[in-house]
């Protein structure tokens, strides 16, 4: 199966995306800011280009959060 994980650098996120390569799920992953597991840097707010870049997933889990470090960087 084909997944896309957004928060991928969050601590959800990044378990999320380990445990589904475990069960050797195609995994992409998504993020407003880089991490060791992120490979897609977006913005989920920019609904253009999550349009795009979700097509010809077969599942998208979002644990992406607005927390702290996102508020410094966003507001």
Same mark, same amino acid.
Do not use: C, P, Q, Y
């Given at each position: 199966?084909?997944?896309?994980?957004?928060? *991928?650098?969050?601590?959800?996120?990044? #378990?999320? @995306? /380990?445990?589904?390569?475990?069960?050797?799920?195609?995994?992409?992953?998504? !993020?407003?800011?880089? *991490?060791?597991?992120?490979?897609?840097? #977006?913005? @989920? /707010?920019?609904?253009?280009?999550?349009?795009?870049?979700?097509?010809?997933? !077969?599942?998208?889990?979002?644990?992406?959060?607005?927390?702290?470090?996102?508020?410094?960087?966003?507001?």
């Amino acid at each position: 199966m084909r997944v896309l994980v957004n928060g *991928s650098s969050g601590k959800l996120g990044s #378990v999320t @995306v /380990k445990l589904l390569a475990n069960f050797r799920h195609r995994v992409s992953v998504l !993020d407003i800011s880089s *991490s060791a597991t992120t490979n897609l840097i #977006v913005d @989920v /707010k920019d609904k253009h280009t999550i349009l795009r870049v979700t097509e010809g997933f !077969d599942a998208v889990i979002h644990t992406a959060a607005l927390h702290g470090r996102h508020l410094e960087i966003h507001f």
